[in-house]
T-cell receptor, first 114, second 116 residues
């Protein structure tokens, strides 16, 4: 079984400041890792994913994440945020085989202040 | 637009009523997932279909929950005798391939169910 912990339920930052959203996971098998964003009243949109290879993954909207196997972490970063980045962010894992159903963390609400 | 659509977007049910939630996946997508997202929480897996076959229903919380995808396209999640704890957003996602193929799941906007 897998589990995901997002260490911060809310992160307020000022516009144009850098941000890091933290994610740790637990699994007895190797996993794929994902970050999704959810804007109000919308479905989840994939930001980026790690399947294998380079541990630094670049996604849409200027986001990137780094897989750290020894620390079982997959933190999300952006060097300069915009008002439009205000949303809920979810870290998720799935096993590489089978149905590959997603196991999500509880989410981090990113609020950008002008 | 060829995204995943869900209907209704909002549903209010009185406790004890039955509800049916519909998901139209992206055309041609083999895999379909249902997730339940309680207020302030991350989505939790309910069930998985590959074409018309329900291969995993381990996340369904009780026998009041039933899902079907009879023709391998549209799916319906039915909840019988709704309870207040069923209040949540129900998300549907589809994926182009079955197991072993491209893994990205595309999510619909969800149906917000409120049981009063």
């Amino acid at each position: 079984a897998q589990s995901v912990t997002q260490l911060d339920s809310q992160v307020p930052v000022f516009e144009e400041a850098p941000v890091e959203l933290r994610c740790n996971y637990s699994s007895s098998v190797s996993v794929y890792l994902f970050w999704y964003v959810q804007y109000p009243n919308q479905g989840l949109q994939l930001l980026l994913k790690y399947l294998s290879g380079s541990t630094l993954v670049k996604g849409i909207n200027g986001f990137e994440a780094e897989f750290n196997k020894s620390q079982t972490s997959f933190h999300l970063r952006k060097p300069s945020v915009h008002i439009s980045d205000t949303a809920e962010y979810f870290c998720a894992v799935s096993p590489p085989r089978g149905a590959q159903k997603l196991v999500f963390g509880q989410g981090t609400r990113l609020t950008i202040n002008p | 637009g060829a995204g995943v659509s869900q209907s209704p977007r909002y549903k209010v049910a009185k406790r004890g009523q039955d509800v049916a939630l519909r998901c139209d996946p992206i055309s041609g997508h083999v895999s379909l997932f249902w997730y339940q997202q309680a207020l302030g929480q991350g989505p939790e897996f309910l069930t998985y279909f590959q074409n018309e076959a329900q291969l995993d229903k381990s996340g369904l919380p009780s026998d009041r929950f039933f899902a079907e995808r009879p023709e391998g396209s549209v799916s319906t999640l039915k909840i019988q005798r709704t309870q207040q704890e069923d209040s949540a957003v129900y998300l549907c996602a589809s994926r182009r391939a079955g197991t072993g193929g491209p893994i990205e799941q595309y999510f619909g906007p969800g149906t917000r169910l409120t049981v009063t």
